[in-house]
């Protein structure tokens, strides 16, 4: 049997109609550049979000590089974790700020939020929290911190649309990012990425700011960019908005037949009992990693690894000077982790094939 580690052609079959009207409703009204369909997908994923406020932007990287830009955050260093995508970081030091990296809890494989104290430096000015593979990081320790530092806080929520922490939607804080990404629990076809808010003033800055920094065409107030989510992926997210929910529960439920059936087999995720986790991946601790990852791969099973290399140790960031042993519990589960086939359509029997698999190559 051959299995996908996503699957988006499957999750089109189902909603092949209303995606096709979407996008003829935009080719027929021709606004192409911040048409109504984008204001309307705002005005529904600020209120999927518990927000106020939602701008939509060309990427995930871009809301958080133009969150970190609309702030005024200059000339410090910003905490966050290494064991993210590349983006966290890039949008950190395309605003000329420097990373600072706090090892991971490996349980959870978020920030651990007893080693932040340990990096805040005089020059510290914000922390990015990454809520990764669909889990909510511990939030209320960080909140502490944040506040206790006079720090900001902005949640990188670009795996994990719908998550919850103590029953609320992230982000649980005031500023949250969120990329659509195909292959993300609420996906584009296409890039394109949302900063979500109550704050109403930075709302408005950052509806300029993606738009060559104009409130009024032709009228720059400041020195802007082009970032805007199209309005045909905005068409098609408005529709693929109303199944995000239930997707998430399959999500859920297939992850819930993986722990069931690996639990004796190798790590499966450690949820924190505080979160709802949307499972953006289901990542697994194993022995023998590579050898299980090629036996897999025989098989026609496809995985991933998320992500081998940890930031602080790619040959981009060198000039940081970190060395490997900086950042152990990082260092140690990217050897480990083992991302499965996650997605909502996924079936039971692919999940029993992929797990009898796995035990087929512990008993050998
Ligand atoms: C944790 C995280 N941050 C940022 C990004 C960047 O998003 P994008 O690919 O839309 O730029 C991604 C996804 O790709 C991500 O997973």
Redesign the pocket.
Known sequence: MKVNFVDLKKQYENIKKEITEAINYTINNTSFILGKEVEEFEKNFAKFCGKEYAIGVA????A?KLVIKSLDIKDGEVITTSN??I??ALAITDNNLKPVFVDINPDTYNIDVNKIEDKISKNTKAIIV?H?YGQPADMDKIIEIADKHNLKIIE?C??AHGAEYRGKRVPITDIGCF???PC?NLGAYG???MIVTNDKELNKKLKAMRNYGSEIKYYHDFIGFNSRLDSIQAGILNVKLKYLEKWNNQRIKNAKLYDYLLKDIVETPKIDKNVKSVYHLYVIKCKKRDELQKFLTENEISIGIHYPIPIHIQKAYSYLSYKEGDLPETEKVAKEILSLPMYPELTEDEIRYICDKIKEFYKK
């Open positions: 990427s995930g990287t871009d958080l993210t995508f983006a966290t990454v990764l990188d670009c795996q990329s659509f990404y993300k890039d394109g990425g």
